[in-house]
């Protein structure tokens, strides 16, 4: 019930900037969590940051905290992950999840009920 489109993905320069979005759809795709989790070849899926349907709570993991930020547009129902400062670290790729429900402590585990298809990012220095 829920479809999600990433999109901003690409190839830069440790540094630089980039912003993330996950387009969500469908008919309960409002009433989701949405998080963004990213993997590294030869690593397992790990949590990013994640938001509230209305965007009035968020968590971002600590590897990532003061570089990244996520932010939710309502209105059009896009969640984006601004990166700041992106460290060839952050090379990955990166997916957008939404589940119902989850709280504090564990909305950072996998356990998302829908998955996007990922965007690439690639980070050279």
């Known amino acids: 019930q829920v479809q999600l489109v990433e999109s901003g993905g690409g190839l830069v320069q440790a540094g630089d900037s980039l912003r993330l979005s996950c387009a969500a759809s469908g008919p309960t795709s409002r009433a989701v969590i949405v998080g963004w989790f990213r993997q590294a070849p030869g690593k397992e899926r790990g949590f990013v940051a994640a938001?509230?349907?209305?965007?009035?709570?968020?968590s971002v993991a600590d590897s990532v905290k003061g570089r990244f930020a996520i932010s939710r547009d309502v209105r059009n129902n896009i969640v984006h992950l601004q990166m700041n400062t992106i460290e060839s670290e952050d090379t990955a790729v990166y997916y957008c999840?939404?589940?119902?429900?989850?709280?504090?402590?564990?909305?950072?585990?996998?356990?998302?009920?829908?998955w996007g298809q990922g965007t690439q990012v690639t980070v050279s220095s």
């Open positions: 938001i509230n349907r209305s965007g009035g709570w968020t």
């Open positions: 999840a939404a589940r119902y429900a989850c709280s504090a402590n564990d909305c950072s585990d996998p356990s998302y009920d829908y």
